[in-house]
C-alpha cells in the first residue's frame, strides 16, 4: 500500500488511528516501525512523524530505548476522563439551550424519533450512530470551537476503550430517557436543566462502563 498526499505524515496518523480504533492494533501492542514502514511503503521520517501526533493525542506512548506502543485506557483513565467530558458537553448543552432555533429543534426531535425507533428495535449500533449525531449537533449549537477541539480529543481516547456500554442490563432504555430529557431541557430551552441532564447522561455511561468491568472481572475469578 503506496500513501500520497502532501502531508503523509497527516495520512499515516489517520491510517492508524483508524486501525487502532478498529482494534486492529490492539491496546498495549508493539508498533514495529520497519514493519509498518514496509507495509505502507514509507520512510521512518513519516512515521515517526505520525506517532508524535498519535502520541500527543494520547493514543500511542513512546518508551526511550523501547519503542513505540498503543497505549491502554485503565479504569482510572475513564474515571479522571467521564467527569471532565461530562462538564465539557453539559456546558455544550447550555449553550445550546440558548442558540437552537425552531428549525434546529426540528432536526433534533427527527433524530430523537429515530433514536427511540432505535432502541425500541434493540438496533445498538444503529442506536450508537444516531447517539453520536445527536451529540454532535448538540456541540455544533454551542458554537464554541474551543469546547469542541477539547471534546474530540478526550473522545479520541475514550475509544480505546471497546466496551459497548449500552449492552449493560437495562442501560439501552436508560440511556434513551436520559436523551429525551436533554431534548426536553433544550425545547423549554431551560439551560441549567440541559446542562444537568447531559452531565447524568455522561455520568451514567461511566457507570454502566464499571458494571461491565466488574462483570467481566467476576467471569475470569469463576
Not at 501492542?29 to 501526533?53: G, H, N
Not at 518508551?63 to 479504569?75: A, C, L
Request: one cysteine or more; charged letters at 30%.
Amino acid at each position: 500500500m503506496r500513501l500520497v498526499h502532501n502531508s503523509l505524515h497527516d495520512e499515516v496518523a489517520a491510517l492508524l488511528r483508524d486501525r487502532i480504533f478498529e482494534g486492529k492494533l490492539a491496546q498495549g501492542s508493539f508498533l514495529d516501525e520497519a514493519s509498518l514502514c514496509d507495509s505502507l511503503k514509507i520512510s521512518r521520517t513519516p512515521l515517526r512523524e505520525a506517532l508524535k501526533v498519535l502520541a500527543a493525542e494520547g493514543l500511542v506512548r513512546h518508551e526511550p530505548r523501547r519503542g513505540s506502543f498503543v497505549n491502554q485506557v485503565t479504569e482510572q483513565d475513564l474515571d479522571d476522563i467521564f467527569p471532565v467530558i461530562a462538564l465539557l458537553e453539559g456546558r455544550c448543552a447550555f449553550e445550546a439551550a440558548r442558540n437552537a432555533s425552531d428549525e434546529d429543534l426540528v432536526a433534533l426531535d427527527a433524530l430523537h424519533e429515530r433514536l427511540t425507533q432505535h432502541a425500541q428495535a434493540k438496533r445498538i449500533n444503529d442506536y450508537y450512530a444516531t447517539n453520536f449525531i445527536i451529540h454532535e449537533a448538540i456541540i455544533t449549537l454551542a458554537n464554541n470551537r474551543w469546547l469542541a477541539q477539547a471534546i474530540a480529543d478526550l473522545r479520541k481516547i475514550l475509544k480505546l476503550a471497546r466496551q459497548q456500554q449500552l449492552s449493560a442490563p437495562g442501560r439501552l432504555e436508560q440511556s434513551l430517557s436520559e436523551h429525551l430529557a436533554i431534548y426536553a431541557a433544550l425545547r423549554a430551552r431551560d439551560s441549567e436543566g440541559a446542562d444537568a441532564a447531559m452531565r447524568m447522561h455522561l455520568e451514567r455511561q461511566r457507570e454502566a462502563l464499571r458494571s461491565l468491568a466488574r462483570e467481566q472481572k467476576s467471569r475470569l475469578l469463576a
